[in-house]
């Protein structure tokens, strides 16, 4: 039976239900974890990944075609769209190698994780991994969790003291500008991989796996800037990768926007420290309800609560654990969030509102 591990590098959540005493966290999670295992929803399914990744390849490959036959053609812009969406599904298959759910073997994780994220997006795996870990174990917790410490946007009203200027000026709008600044993100992921290769405080364990990062990162950019540079004018690669890059940062600030912005800090709870791993992780988690097109468009991180719970557990997976987690929440007694598509981002962009309220009155 597989382990279920936050991902690559975190701990059994088996062995945390056992040892965790916050709140009643080992009474809580364990008969819930039971039944996942029982019901045989923590086993790979290799295959399914597969074929995914088969079909992404050849669709990137059919674009990467598009491009060279249509040459120096503005209307070689509107395949910019299509190698977007094909970008977001290689993105979503390195987070998922990264939360070991495509195969039980290590390295194969690894392999798949450093061809879907440094090599088709320049994206460095270890950066990732460090942060992504850090949020899971400490989701929306202020001082642990990178996902909502202080930067561009603020997630919390005591982080506008002392912002000013220009950080005063998007904190103050953060909520009417979150779309427009995620459109930055895919370009954001690139700068940030090659901050951490060149810091001497980086991820990176050893001198190889900075070394193999580098060059797949480097593979990246040397392979994009040709494919566009020899096929399209100057002018037209510059306007290509822009409108790919944006609408790539755009369908990922989408698919992570609603999962927990606006919902409960641990921080905030003066026992919110002390919560147990199901407590922690679906208070702190939002759903979002919708069919298939919605779980293909998100990533399947509409599961945003099982995930957290089992992040080990296959994309396919978390659907159909859906219902055990609801029922469990019910009876234990802890709010189940989920809501509709619209109203997910209408939350989420209301707290990030809220949170800019004291300088729009200081203003």
């Known amino acids: 039976m597989p382990q279920v591990t936050a991902t690559l590098t975190a701990p059994d959540r088996s062995a945390t239900a056992r040892r965790d005493d916050g709140r009643g966290g080992a009474s809580e999670f364990a008969p819930l974890l039971r039944t996942i295992k029982e019901q045989g929803l923590l086993e790979r399914r290799a295959g399914w990944y597969a074929r995914g ?13 598009g491009v060279v036959l249509l040459g120096p053609s503005w209307w070689a ?32 994780n690894r392999m798949i994780q450093l061809v879907h994220a440094n090599l088709l997006l320049g994206m460095s795996q270890e950066w990732w991994n460090d942060k992504h870990n850090r949020h899971h174990a400490n989701p929306n917790h202020l001082d642990k969790d990178p996902d909502v410490a202080a930067d561009i946007l603020v997630f919390a009203q005591h982080q506008t003291t002392g912002r000013a200027g220009f950080r005063g000026w998007l904190t103050r709008h953060q909520a009417w500008l979150f ?25 990176y364990r050893t001198r190889r796996e900075r070394l193999v990062e580098g060059a797949l990162l480097l593979a990246h950019v040397v392979l994009y800037a040709t494919l566009l540079l020899t096929t399209l004018t100057v002018g037209q690669a510059l306007v290509f990768a822009l409108i790919h890059q944006m609408l790539l940062g755009l369908h990922l600030g989408m698919a992570f926007a609603p999962n927990h912005k606006g919902m409960e800090m641990p921080d905030a709870h003066p026992d919110g420290d002390s919560w147990g791993h199901l407590r922690r992780q679906v208070l702190t988690s939002r759903n979002i309800r919708g069919g298939f097109l919605t779980d293909w468009f998100l990533g399947g991180l509409n599961y945003q609560i099982e995930h957290h719970l089992f992040p080990s557990m ?5 659907r159909l654990a859906q219902p055990a987690v609801r029922a469990h929440c019910r009876t234990v007694g802890i709010p189940y969030t989920e809501t509709g598509f619209v109203e997910s981002y209408r939350q989420a962009l209301g707290h990030l509102h809220e949170v800019g309220e004291p300088l729009r009155s200081a203003a």
């Open 314 to 318: 296959p994309r396919p997976h978390l």
């Open 53 to 65: 990744m088969a079909v992404n390849f050849l669709g990137l490959a059919a674009v990467v075609a």
């Open 179 to 203: 779309f427009p600044l995620t459109t930055l993100e895919g370009i954001a992921l690139k700068v940030y991989g090659f901050q951490a290769l060149f810091s001497q405080d980086g991820p």
């Open 77 to 108: 812009l509107l395949l910019a769209v299509p190698l977007a969406l094909l970008s977001a599904r290689a993105a979503f298959v390195g987070h998922d190698a990264g939360h070991a759910q495509i195969s039980a073997d290590r390295r194969r």
